[in-house]
């Protein structure tokens, strides 16, 4: 039954490959995931461009373990010398867009799901979503459906990570900032610059340090990634304006994070355009991941953002393929790792189930 089901899994992800599911745009993939349930008579719902069910002897008496990766791509960039959207196999790899992330972890999940659908005397509910909006962190993605689907109480989020074991994973938070300074004539004298201004400020923000730093996933990362100031070659600005790209560690909330940034930035102001996107992680000794261990699997922390950040249940991100390879040109997966992706899913959960 797993090799039939890995088969089935393998073709399942040629046609999502093949159909274009750009974030928020994932209406067809949506139908072919739909399809696949119909095909093993296994009812399911449907929200937005989310697909989910549940097993068959769902008992609310029990804890519930949520199966979630995601259909949505993001677009492909211009150093792709295959066709992004066509499923493409040579020397063991399996080519195309969203291959890699996350369509390889998410055919497995759902074959996973497949295989113990039926089973009775489960120690866990199972509960799959195929979500959208993961690539744009969308307002109708996974974080739409916590209210929807029953309550969890952990998660396997489908990431490419080899198969290790990544135990936490980095929130996001993102800032804009201003700097100002007085409006002039470039041919006259001005002390007051905002974009000399500037210099000062990056440089802050190039060596501030947090204090606390998280044995799992090391020092929160703070990056400037965007400057914008000036329409006129003659004319000195009043304000520069600068995005901040903030990795949040597991030792901090991402309010502490903006009020620190409030408090001690020297920019004339500083403003978080989001604080949903939080750190996760589950315990080292929590049963899936002491499973995993005993698998031979590995753990670490993950700088990445995944849908892992709109949980607030214990969440481990596993799957098949390899980071590295996400949102990269000629994305692909091996189709050994899937393989290896629905064995090793299936005996992971033998274990706690």
Not at 62 to 90: M, Q, R
Not at 155 to 174: F, H, Q, R, S, W
Not at 263 to 289: M, Y
Not at 321 to 341: C, K, N, Q
Request: charged share 25%.
């Amino acid at each position: 039954m797993i090799e039939k089901l890995t088969t089935q899994a393998i073709a399942l992800l040629k046609q999502l490959i093949e159909t274009e599911s750009f974030s928020s745009e994932e209406d067809n993939t949506a139908l072919l995931i739909e399809d696949w349930f119909k095909s093993h008579k296994i009812p399911f719902k449907r929200d937005h461009h989310n697909i989910w069910s549940t097993n068959k002897h769902f008992d609310d008496s029990k804890p519930t373990l949520l199966l979630n990766s995601h259909h949505d791509t993001v677009k492909p960039n211009n150093g792709y010398t295959k066709d992004p959207l066509k499923a493409i196999e040579e020397d063991g790899k399996l080519y195309g867009l969203g291959s890699n992330d996350a369509g390889g972890c998410l055919v497995s999940l759902i074959a996973t799901f497949t295989y113990f659908y039926d089973k009775k005397d489960l120690n866990y509910n199972l509960v799959i979503v195929a979500s959208a909006e993961e690539e744009s962190s969308g307002p109708n993605g996974l974080n739409s459906m916590l209210s929807i689907i029953p309550k969890i109480d952990v998660a396997i989020v489908g990431e490419p990570t080899l198969m290790n074991l990544a135990i936490a994973e980095k929130g996001l938070v993102v800032f804009d900032a201003k700097v100002k300074g007085t409006a002039g004539h470039a041919a006259h004298p001005n002390k007051d610059n905002s974009i000399y201004n500037t210099i000062e400020v990056l440089k802050w923000f190039k060596d501030y340090q947090f204090a606390r730093n998280s044995p799992v996933l090391g020092d929160v990362k703070m990056t400037v990634t965007q400057i914008n100031a000036g329409k006129q070659h003659n004319a000195v600005p009043a304000e520069v304006d600068l995005v901040i790209d903030v990795r949040v560690n597991d030792k901090y909330t991402n309010q502490q994070i903006e009020e620190i940034l409030i408090r001690k930035s020297p920019c004339t102001s500083i403003k978080a355009r989001s604080l949903r996107l939080n750190s996760s992680s589950i315990p080292i000794n929590h049963e899936l991941v002491e499973a995993g261990i005993e698998l031979g699997r590995e753990t670490y922390g993950s700088p990445t953002l995944s849908d892992q950040s709109v949980l607030t249940c214990p969440s481990l991100k596993l799957g098949p393929g390899d980071s590295t390879r996400s949102h990269t040109a000629d994305e692909f997966i091996y189709l050994a790792e899937i393989e290896e992706g629905v064995d090793l899913y299936i005996k992971l959960l033998e274990k706690v189930l």
